[in-house]
């Protein structure tokens, strides 16, 4: 059977700010600025830090304080199941990962969990210039500027979803 869907999405989501908070830390302003990561990255530990890619918390380093996140994540995920053509019900979002880039810090792949089926990436208000997302499947190639484009990243969430 043919699967009906894209093998990727990616849009502008208007979201409330998560409350996010992490441990050692502290919590997260938004939009996140080049220079709160710079100084967060004299402060953090020391096994979040990456030299060339940045730092990365683990989910149990992690609080989202918004307690209206999750009705946001649960709708934003209908969207997403939509687009990639996946029965809503067989769907389930969790946190794996918080990642904050410094200027310069490359992407990474991350690894996958068990019954991982694809990721969604969500990225909240920052202020950055730089690249965009491109993901291939195939011969298909899809690029997304995740709103380095128009300066939309400063102020909106951006998401992107791709199967793994």
Request: charged share 20%; with cysteine.
């Amino acid at each position: 059977k043919d699967h009906v869907g894209d093998f990727c999405v990616s849009g502008r989501y208007t979201t409330p700010s998560p409350g996010l908070s992490i441990q050692g830390l502290g919590i997260v302003p938004l939009p996140i600025l080049p220079n709160i990561i710079h100084q967060n990255k004299q402060s953090a530990p020391e096994n979040s830090i990456s030299q060339v890619c940045g730092m990365e918390f683990d989910s149990s380093m992690v609080s989202v304080l918004n307690p209206v996140w999750d009705d946001t994540l649960k709708t934003l995920m209908l969207r997403v199941s939509d687009s990639l053509g996946l029965k809503r019900s067989n769907v389930e979002c969790s946190l794996h990962k918080v990642i904050l880039d410094d200027v310069g810090d490359c992407r990474r792949v991350l690894e996958h969990e068990a019954n991982h089926i694809g990721t969604l990436e969500i990225q909240l208000p920052s202020v950055f210039k730089g690249g965009s997302h491109i993901v291939r499947h195939d011969e298909m190639e899809s690029v997304f500027a995740m709103g380095a484009d128009d300066s939309s990243c400063k102020y909106d969430t951006w998401f992107l979803a791709r199967f793994a």
